[in-house]
């Protein structure tokens, strides 16, 4: 069982910048593929980031190329989302999941998740 806690998040001007944390617990956490999703007000989850078990590879949604970096600390079993240049469109509740697949069409079918955190409220404002 691996329970995962997100931190980071909050109220921020649009152009602004926030780093996300997602804590893991567990000895497993480097056994998994990490990722991002988030969902906004009236529309569907989405997802947003993965990195693989070495942090040797990651992967983008479209939306945030360029802006968002996700990243991993095996030792802290902590994997990290930082966001710049933000704008009111990425304002959602932005979830950490723990998964199986190194694929990015997986990862945005939510195929193969194997845990989900609570999720943390980022809010950006114009």
């Known amino acids: 069982q691996v329970q995962l806690v997100e931190s980071g998040g909050g109220l921020v001007q649009a152009g602004g910048s926030l780093r996300l944390s997602c804590a893991a617990s567990g000895r497993t956490f480097s056994s998994y593929v990490m990722g991002w999703f988030r969902q906004a007000p009236g529309k569907e989850r989405e997802f947003v980031a993965a990195?693989?078990?070495?942090?040797?590879?990651?992967f983008y949604a479209d939306s945030v190329k360029g802006r968002f970096t996700i990243s991993r600390d095996n030792a802290k079993n902590t994997v990290y989302l930082q966001m710049n240049s933000l704008n009111p469109e990425d304002t959602a509740v932005y979830y950490c999941?723990?998964?199986?697949?190194?694929?990015?069409?997986?990862?945005?079918?939510?195929?193969?998740?194997?845990?989900w955190g609570r999720g943390t409220q980022v809010t950006v404002s114009s």
């Open positions: 999941a723990a998964g199986y697949s190194t694929s990015g069409r997986d990862w945005s079918r939510e195929a193969y998740i194997a845990y």
């Open positions: 990195i693989v078990r070495s942090g040797g590879n990651s």
